[in-house]
């Protein structure tokens, strides 16, 4: 597709019309290629304060009149406000131009253009403001154009790839597309490009982006960019949309044809995401539904699945994990939150997906089998899983609880209560571990059960009350020494290093529970009764 040739009407265009047959070019040449986009005229002394960018500003001088010099002041003036030529018709009451003046416009490089004394400002307002307006019809036209054939490929639902690169095709340059996050999407000549951007480039044109163009550096180019922003949602951090100069120098109408690019794209991002609520939370639900045991038919739960665009993959076994706080679980309005952006950054994953049910945040773990059924493969897996929760959680310290894992989708409500299970055995008990099976907690489900009953409360009077009594009338660490014994597997030097205590301390601490309680430590079924009664202390805080 060719660029169309659309091209304003320029300073240099004026001495064709039959007003300035006679007109004289006095300096500033390098600025005859400037477009006008309108036409004023000075008699005030005060005109600096009412000019516009893009002017063509004509004067017969009469302000300055009696200081003429004060035209070098102007001149640096008009270029500093945009005004693209200054013409002044002499005779009148001024003679001739000033020699300062001439040399100002030269180096400044505003074209400075001596009118005839018969010129009629009137009739030269009217034949440029013709010639300005019939171009920006064209340039108007040409725009219309543009955005009609963009607006199609949104209505044809052929997506931003291809909406991008249809833009490329219209302004003859590439394009990029950068979501709030730095992540950007490119039209075919812009990919390569891109690749050679760090994200420090990316964040100079975040900071440049209220100047609309800046420069960015891609490996050894320096290209320079227009910057539109997308109205996205997004206040602090909008998406950009980028033209990069590299395949022709861009023009009025092209700025134009990028500023309703951003529009359409806005619209389409807005539409995208509402979208996405929508299939997010129908998805939400039917996980909801699923993990809770309430889809009771298999038929049912694979249609559902599909509707959702997770069909079941042939082969695949699932589990699900539960995440317990330590401290206080926040509200469910922030674990959907937190659900949310998991799922955000889990995107095209089909290995796991989050959500909050009975007031906590759940994963569903799909573990998709392909003859590899070694232990590192699940570790790594879960390991996935823990490094993509982690960041997310706030430095609050919590633990992944897992069930057991279900060897097919109707199996999916058991590894639920089980891994609901588990995370109660560690609130209970206090387990810190990051992520926990709940095949591995052993006695502790057992105890967990027998809470609360008579048996269990007998048997912890006659294990434990003894040293709890002697604890606290002595403010001793007698039940606190027991337990680090029996994890330092009944080594007395492990115990002293890990209590940071002398080795002698601990032997006595030793010999006086064996004294309060009447045990020898050293029977093994004395001493499996009393690390079942320390751990009982341990599931009750």
Known sequence: MEKEAVYGFTVKDLFSIPHFKEAVLLGGRSGLEQTISRINVMEVPDVINWV??????????????????????????????????????????????????VKAAEFHGLPLIELPPDTAFSDVVREVMERVLVTEVRQLTLLQSRVQRLSQVLLHGDGLHAFLHHLQLLIQNPVVLLDPGNRWMASPSAEHLCRQVDEAGWERLREDRTLETSFIQAGEQMIRVYITSVPDGQVQQPSLL???????????????????????????????????????????????????????????????????????????????????????????????????????????????????????LVVLITLINSGEKDQKWRKDALGDVWSLLRPKLLEK??????????????????????????????????????????????????????????????YKRIFLQPLIEYDRKHQGSLLQTLRTYFLSNCNVKETAERLFIHYNTVNYRIERIRNELGFHLDDPETRLQLQIAVKLDGLNG
């Open 52 to 101: 516009k960018p893009g002017e063509f500003l004509m004067t017969t001088g009469y302000p300055l009149k009696h200081n003429p010099e004060l035209f070098v002041t102007l001149i640096e003036q008009l270029v500093q406000k945009g005004v693209v030529a200054l013409g002044i018709k002499t005779k009148r009451f001024i003679d001739t131009v000033p020699d300062s003046a």
């Open 242 to 360: 980028l033209m990069l100069e590299q395949q022709s120098e861009y023009g009025i109408v092209d700025t134009l044809t990028m500023n309703w690019a951003s529009e359409l794209i806005g619209f389409e991002i807005n539409n995208s995401q509402v979208r996405k609520k929508i299939e997010a939370k129908y998805i939400d639900q039917f996980l909801q539904d699923w993990i809770a045991g309430r889809i009771v038919s298999p038929a049912d739960l694979r249609m559902r699945a599909e509707a959702c665009g997770r069909p079941f993959i042939e082969g695949s076994s699932f589990l699900v994990g539960v995440v317990t706080f330590h401290e206080r679980k926040p509200e469910v309005s922030d674990l959907q939150e937190i659900a949310r952006r998991l799922n955000w950054d889990a995107a095209g994953k089909k290995d796991m997906i989050w959500t909050v049910l009975e007031e906590s």
């Open 397 to 458: 310290r919590a633990t992944l609880c897992l069930g057991r894992e279900a060897q097919d989708q109707s199996g999916v409500p058991a590894s639920f209560r089980e891994a609901k299970r588990a995370a109660e055995v560690c609130r209970e008990s206090h387990v810190n571990d990051a992520i926990v099976h709940y095949r591995d907690l052993g006695i502790y489900l057992l105890l967990y059960r027998l809470q609360g009953t008579e048996e269990l409360e007998e």
